[in-house]
């Protein structure tokens, strides 16, 4: 099986982030994509983000009976911070032998992973698929050819090289690194946030679902 892991605060989980995993899904012939929503993230103060249940039943509701996309709540099982590490021993722990896991992250997450808990461990355990989003400044040229390279040459080895044919760096100490980009839908949780405390509405940026539900239990106000 070709398994891709999907992690991140989901606060709250939106378009942008469903559409981004069935592309990744397609696009790298995945059987599953599943999603897995942080219970302490340890890079966010605790009152930036909301009940790990409601984030979880959020991402439930989002899901639906989606073919493909599937819902983990290993992290939120865990006592403590969230480490990404951790996850990726447990999947490979209860994963069949012969699956091929594929670790799937933002550009702005990955720019961050020196900073992460054994983040050398991961990169040789774990090929990653970093997906591009919008951002002012970066277009496709911009992530594709300068920021993801300099970071990954600069911070993490220099023996990474771009292979064009196939959009990966590659080393040969580490899991390789794909670029993949995927529809520029402009959303983020931080806006769809901040329309919730302004009275506004999120319609078309969550499914119906997650914002009736967002709407019942007063949560971003």
Request: glycine share 8%; proline share 5%.
């Amino acid at each position: 099986m070709r398994i891709g892991l999907f992690g991140g605060t989901f606060n709250p989980v939106h378009f942008g982030h469903l559409r981004a995993a069935l592309e990744v899904k397609e696009g790298f012939e995945l059987d599953e994509v599943i999603l897995i929503p942080a219970a302490l993230p340890p890079h966010k103060l605790p009152g930036e983000v909301a009940d790990a249940a409601d984030r979880l039943h959020m991402l439930s509701l989002a899901l639906g009976e989606t073919s493909g996309l599937k819902l983990s709540d290993v992290e939120l099982r865990r006592s403590g911070p969230s480490y990404t590490i951790d996850t990726v021993e447990h999947f490979k722990r209860t994963l069949p032998a012969e699956s091929r896991i594929y670790l799937i992250m933002g550009l702005d997450a990955f720019l961050e992973i020196d900073s992460w808990k054994s983040y050398e461990e991961l990169l040789i355990q774990v090929p990653f698929i970093i997906i591009n989003r919008p951002r002012a400044g970066i277009g496709a040229d911009g992530f594709r050819w300068k920021v993801l390279e300099d970071y990954l040459t600069s911070e993490i080895s220099a023996d990474y090289a771009f292979c064009e044919s196939q959009s990966v760096y590659r080393s040969p100490n580490k899991q390789p690194v794909y670029a993949f980009e995927v529809t520029a839908l402009d959303i983020s949780s931080t806006g769809v946030r901040k329309l919730v405390k302004e009275g506004r509405s999120i319609g078309y940026l969550v499914p119906q679902k997650v914002a009736e539900f967002i709407k019942s239990k007063g949560i971003y106000l």
